[in-house]
């Protein structure tokens, strides 16, 4: 005999995308003025996880970061296609970002200049990066 299954979770519920609302910082001069939200608070939490390195600090995840300093002294050819790689990996784990893309990438005097598109939930914006090889 089948036990009788009493179905009494209803599926009346809403999924609610949690606020982004954080710290707004002041990287110039490095205090916390108040607070921001949506495309400010993506822009910031880009900012910061392409300005750490992965790994480096016990206080961020070990998803949290990007990892630059090992393609120091790397060929350019497998440079610039690892550094594409990396940032989007970098920038994806945030849940609020869904893709990055259009890369452009300069290479002068030891220093790879990249620069690219991350597309949001609340909008897309270009931001770039620069690695010393």
Known sequence: MIPAVNDD?????EI?????????L??????IIGY???????????????????Y???????N????TRDLFGQPISYVLPE??????EALTQDDRIESVDAFLFEVAKGKVHVTFTIHSIFGSFDEEKVVNI
Request: a neutral charge.
């Open 83 to 88: 550094l594409k790689r990396r940032i989007t």
């Open 16 to 24: 609610e995308q949690e606020p982004s609302k954080t710290f707004k």
């Open 26 to 31: 002041n990287i110039l001069s490095n205090r």
């Open 56 to 62: 480096e600090y016990i206080i961020y995840s070990w």
């Open 9 to 13: 979770l209803q599926n009346d519920f």
């Open 36 to 54: 921001t939200d949506g495309l400010d608070a993506v822009k910031q939490a880009a900012y910061l996880i392409l300005n750490i390195e992965r």
């Open 64 to 67: 949290y970061g990007i990892e």
